[in-house]
């Protein structure tokens, strides 16, 4: 199993915290998966595309027996299942979004998947929850721990603490 797999997952249509319980029930009850830690949910207003409803976000540590291109057809899939409109435009509005963002110690470069996720550093809305869960885990390739990448973030946009727990 590939213990060292961090999930990101956001929503900011309809009831936003029932997209992000059901991307954590699908994960968790995925066959070779198996969620490990979830991090408090957190609101984040829109980072890219302002003219839309504020984000609730997330980190899961998962588990898996797959690679990385097939756990990415299985998240496609829950997406999908939540209601994911995959015509939007990029960092539009969406029930479900899950992105890989860093599987084990690996370094993947494809037209589909980029690991670990190319824009970790610039968003607080995932270094804050991963902080919470692993803040002492480094980024392939690197040498500076999420802590840290938090503490050097340039993002300067607003991120609360939604609910601290939610059930897995």
């Given at each position: 199993?590939?213990?060292?797999?961090?999930?990101?997952?956001?929503?900011?249509?309809?009831?936003?915290?029932?997209?992000?319980?059901?991307?954590?029930?699908?994960?968790?009850?995925?066959?070779?998966?198996?969620?490990?830690?979830?991090?408090?949910?957190?609101?984040?207003?829109?980072?890219?595309?302002?003219?839309?409803?504020?984000?609730?976000?997330?980190?899961?540590?998962?588990?898996?027996?797959?690679s990385g291109q097939e756990?990415?057809?299985?998240?496609?899939?829950?997406?999908?299942?939540?209601?994911?409109?995959?015509?939007?435009?990029?960092?539009?509005?969406?029930?479900?979004?899950?992105?890989?963002?860093?599987?084990?110690?690996?370094?993947?470069?494809?037209?589909?998947?980029?690991?670990?996720?190319?824009?970790?550093?610039?968003?607080?809305?995932?270094?804050?929850?991963?902080?919470?869960?692993?803040?002492?885990?480094?980024?392939?390739?690197?040498?500076?721990?999420?802590?840290?990448?938090?503490?050097?973030?340039?993002?300067?946009?607003?991120?609360?603490?939604?609910?601290?727990?939610?059930?897995?």
């Open positions: 199993m590939n213990d060292q797999v961090f999930l990101g997952l956001g929503s900011n249509l309809d009831d936003r915290l029932s997209h992000l319980l059901f991307g954590i029930d699908q994960l968790s009850n995925a066959k070779g998966i198996q969620v490990i830690n979830i991090s408090s949910v957190y609101i984040s207003e829109p980072k890219y595309l302002q003219d839309q409803n504020d984000f609730l976000n997330m980190v899961i540590h998962i588990e898996t027996e797959y756990l990415l057809k299985i998240i496609k899939n829950i997406e999908y299942n939540a209601g994911r409109d995959f015509n939007i435009e990029r960092n539009g509005p969406r029930k479900l979004d899950i992105d890989i963002l860093s599987f084990q110690h690996s370094t993947i470069s494809t037209n589909e998947l980029q690991i670990p996720h190319p824009r970790i550093a610039e968003r607080k809305f995932v270094l804050i929850p991963w902080s919470e869960i692993s803040p002492q885990f480094i980024l392939p390739g690197g040498d500076i721990t999420i802590e840290s990448l938090l503490a050097a973030c340039c993002d300067t946009s607003t991120i609360n603490i939604y609910k601290e727990s939610v059930a897995f």
